[in-house]
């Protein structure tokens, strides 16, 4: 009868610790649907930059290749010369879905707040 | 004349008596207030990401593409064409809701497209792409 307290105690432990395991952390994103359509803006090509991740996995930006640690100053460099920047993150289908998540990533510490996703067309 | 000591002798015990009790009811409020998920889904390896942030659970539901680009929702296997229509369902139901993408780093890109390509058709714009927190500075 003395365990009685210990026992609950055991089971209250693993009930508050339980819900704690969250697994709901990632990027968020809204996609362009058919609500927000009319949401969509054209923009003046001097105002893009592109990254694009090819099929092998590796990273241009502006065209030029760079490494993924490159990324967050290249953005910043550019947001810091125009801040009307647009960021464009075009994957190419056979790349893994890890590098383009590693780039979005890359593009949101970079504190770059507007861009958007693309895919390259084959 | 000497001084006499005075001590307190009063008892000084902290009454445990009511401690099973307490915690009993706590368990039972945790008991009944807990949440489990009853998904399995497909095995993944998610990807690590430093900006990631909290969804809200509640709103959350997920599609899981595994390596092979099986796509799975609600534990059942369906087809990239078959995403519109279910989310759209889903989405009449709970016009909040927020996709998760609970994607394996390897995956190529094309299974990910499509089903935002489905995501899109059925409306459901939030999305959220599941990842491991990756903490600065340290290598796992």
Redesign the interface.
């Known amino acids: 009868m003395a365990s ?2 210990d026992v ?2 055991l ?2 432990v693993f ?2 610790v ?2 704690m395991k ?15 359509v009319n949401d969509t803006a054209k923009v003046n090509l001097k105002n893009v930059a592109t990254i694009r ?1 090819l099929p092998s996995n590796g990273i241009l930006f502006d065209e030029q290749p760079v490494r993924l640690s490159d990324l967050v100053r290249l953005i910043q460099d550019r947001l810091t010369s125009n801040d009307k920047t647009v960021v464009i993150l075009e ?8 590098m ?3 780039c ?2 890359e593009v ?2 970079s504190g770059a707040r507007k861009f958007s ?1 693309k ?1 390259t067309k084959i | 004349m000497p001084f006499e000591r005075t001590t307190d002798k009063r008892k000084q015990d902290i009454p445990t008596s009511s401690m099973g009790d307490i915690a009993f009811l706590l368990l039972v409020f945790f008991m009944v207030t807990v949440v489990f998920t009853d998904e399995s889904g497909l095995v993944v390896q998610l990807p690590r990401a430093e900006a990631s942030e909290e969804g809200i659970r509640d709103l959350i539901s997920n599609i899981y593409i595994n390596r092979d680009g099986l796509i799975s929702i609600d534990d059942v296997i369906v087809r990239a064409t078959d995403v519109a229509p279910i989310m759209s369902n889903k989405i009449v139901e709970n016009p909040f809701m927020i996709v998760a993408f609970k994607t394996d780093k390897e995956t190529p890109y094309r299974a990910v497209d499509e089903v935002m390509e489905g995501l899109k058709e059925a409306n459901a714009v939030k999305v959220l792409f599941n990842t491991d927190m990756e903490i600065p500075g340290f290598m796992y």
């Open positions: 009685t307290s609950a105690f089971l209250l009930f508050i339980m819900p969250t697994d709901e952390i990632g990027i968020s994103l809204v996609l362009p649907g058919k609500s927000n991740v994957t190419h289908p056979d790349a893994n879905y890890g383009m998540v590693a979005l990533d949101k510490l996703l895919t």
